[in-house]
């Protein structure tokens, strides 16, 4: 218990729509303990965003809990005053966005958002302006105290999204969510932030909740990885446990897609067949029912998320023998 | 400090490239210097009468004449700009700073308070602003203060909802949600962080605002309703002019071309301010 952050606990969560409630997220379990790289993967629309978004608790107003639990530190995120919460928010929990270009205030200096995103410590505004030049150092962004006193359309994205790390953890996070923080970036980049990240989460102890749809990533930064399809878990546990013996076909399909996975050179990449079901309207049994190769009878029942060994836990019936089933 | 020093210095040297900028700026300066030091460059009492000298043609000595009760037209026209600027700069700014405040509330806070401004702002704008300002008049008599009101009660409308459309848009960006992220209040939101996206429109909005202030007051004034007579104005001297339009024709001249001058200047100012202002534009540059 003690060295659990946080812990999500059967997380039901809709949104109301004209055409009926959307179930963006069902019954979703997992828990990030402290100092662990933990990511998310999926397919674009799985409850990827609805899942951050439902953490921090900054929701569109149609969304609704349905069921569950989020708890940060053994305290429930979900019933806590507004105005807790927002303590929370960058300054125990911080979050780095997708697309670097987008994320900063495009008329104020660098140095003065670095500056303002201070406002809970109580030191002189050169103080904060001195830990802001450290912390554009300590992300690898050359002269500082210069740098400071440009705008966000003066640097790359590249340097951007140094620039949101460097924001996120200046605070010094317990939990850092990074939501597919190298997707708007070209892959030369994307190594660097990666590497730049995994130095910084050693020398800031913080954990990451690192959401990406890109596996090579996500096995080479973090030490487990949920599944996520279509709003549930579908799999659980070690990155190598994972990536070596993938217990549920869509994980395995996933892998197989991965184009770094691939040795040989096709004329066509491997897609997975198929689209995820449409979430206000859900079939029965399986979600994944349509899309797998091996589905059977058994799979018109929805197949419980089962700890298959220590640390691996899979939702699918092929994990049980058949007697068991019925 | 020194920052916004130098965006100053960036935004004054962008309107100075523009010709037509360049023209309104030195306009607009020259008839702000005029309005403040009027009282030391008028070359006579502008509201000192001298029956002797009345209905002079221009000449030397009264470069642009005097009217019926022989009073120096320059001095005239250089006291009524002051008067005009007067009305111009506190209803314009003052309504952009009530405009603002309640736009961006309107824009950020919960719908029914939206609904309420908007329905607010709908309601003064169904006024025609000339009617309303009779009506103000008739009830609390002609002064500087009624036609400053008036203005800012009519104008406030036009900020609000530019601020509010201004602030709908930016709620959603991303920028603001990873500020609400980082746990920024909704002052902090809206102060820090909006308000600086927001104020450049206005200004622009407001420079371009003020000829149709100057405008407005010199039209009260013509119909008699606006400043109290021996004030000079622009519009007060059209009107003297206007009943002498035959004998004395320097008069409408003393209050129209002011009034034609203000209103290329700011508007001028405004249209170039508005290129140098808008984010997207300067990058190109």
């Known amino acids: 218990m003690s060295d659990t952050l946080l812990e999500i606990d059967n997380l039901s969560v809709d949104y109301e729509t ?45 969304t609704r809990f349905r069921q569950g639990e989020v708890r940060f530190k053994g305290d429930d995120l979900l019933t806590m005053p507004e105005r807790q919460m927002r303590n929370l928010r960058g300054s125990d929990i911080s979050i780095i966005f997708q697309d670097p270009m987008q994320t900063h205030n495009p008329v104020l200096s660098i140095g003065r958002q670095m500056v303002d995103i201070q406002h809970r410590t109580k030191v002189s505004k050169s103080e904060k302006r001195s830990i802001a030049a450290k912390m554009l150092a300590a992300v690898g962004i050359p002269d500082p105290e210069a740098r400071l006193k440009q705008y966000p359309h003066e640097f790359s994205g590249g340097m951007r999204q140094r620039i949101a790390i460097a924001m996120a953890l200046m605070s010094e996070p317990d939990l850092l969510i990074a939501d597919e923080p190298t997707t708007a970036l070209d892959a030369t980049l994307e190594v660097q932030i990666i590497e730049r990240l995994q130095e910084l989460q050693r020398e800031f102890h913080c954990a990451i909740l690192f959401i990406s749809h890109h596996l090579g990533v996500i096995a080479e930064l973090c030490d487990r990885v949920v599944v996520m399809y279509a709003g549930a878990v579908v799999e659980s546990g070690d990155v190598r446990e994972i990536f070596h013996d993938p217990k549920h076909p869509y994980t395995r399909r996933l892998i197989e897609c991965d184009p770094g996975h691939i040795k040989e050179r096709a004329r066509v990449l491997p897609t997975i067949p198929g689209e995820v079901p449409d979430l206000a309207n859900l079939p029965d049994g399986c979600i994944f029912r349509d899309r797998c190769e091996q589905a059977t009878d058994r799979c018109a029942q929805v197949p419980p998320l089962e700890k298959l060994k220590e640390g691996h836990f899979a939702a699918c019936w092929l994990n049980h023998p058949e007697e068991s089933s019925t | 400090m020194a920052k916004s020093h130098s965006e100053l210095s960036i935004i004054l040297r962008g309107v100075a490239k523009d010709p037509l900028g360049l023209l309104g700026l030195i306009i607009v300066g020259m008839i702000v210097f005029s309005a403040i030091f009027a009282a030391w460059i008028v070359p006579y009492d502008p509201i000192g009468m001298n029956i002797p000298d009345r209905m002079q043609a221009p000449s030397l000595s009264h470069w642009l004449g005097t009217d019926s009760l022989g009073r120096d037209t320059l001095s005239r026209v250089i006291m009524g700009g002051q008067v005009a600027l007067k009305v111009a700069l506190p209803a314009v700014f003052g309504a952009m700073a009530i405009g603002l405040t309640l736009g961006m509330i309107a824009g950020y806070g919960p719908k029914w308070l939206d609904n309420f401004l908007m329905l607010f702002f709908d309601t003064v704008r169904s006024f025609p602003t000339v009617m309303f ?9 002609p002064s500087l203060q009624t036609i400053v009101f008036v203005v800012m009660a009519t104008s406030i409308p036009t900020y609000g909802r530019v601020a509010r459309t201004q602030t709908l848009t930016l709620r959603n960006s991303e920028f603001i949600l990873a500020e609400r992220a980082m746990g920024a209040s909704m002052t902090r939101i809206l102060g820090v962080h909006m308000l600086p996206n927001i104020i450049g429109v206005l200004a ?3 420079a371009m605002d003020i000829p149709t202030v100057i405008a407005l007051e010199a039209g009260l004034s013509f119909l008699g309703l606006g400043v109290k007579p021996p004030t000079p104005s622009w519009g007060a001297l059209l009107k003297d002019g206007y009943a002498l339009i035959r004998q004395t024709p320097w008069l409408v001249v003393g209050g129209g071309l002011p009034i034609i001058l203000a209103t290329l200047g700011f508007t001028f100012l405004g249209e170039s301010l508005r290129d140098v202002v808008d984010p997207k534009l300067r990058k190109n540059r």
């Open chain 2, 133 to 141: 300002a009779l009506a103000v008049v008739a009830l609390i008599g």
């Open chain 2, 204 to 206: 622009v909005l407001a």
């Open chain 1, 18 to 62: 004209a055409r009926g409630d959307l179930k963006a997220l069902r019954d979703i379990s997992f828990d990030v303990k402290k100092g662990e790289i933990v990511g998310i993967v999926g397919e674009s629309g799985c409850g990827k965003s609805t899942l951050i978004s439902s953490i921090l608790r900054l929701t569109a107003p149609n």
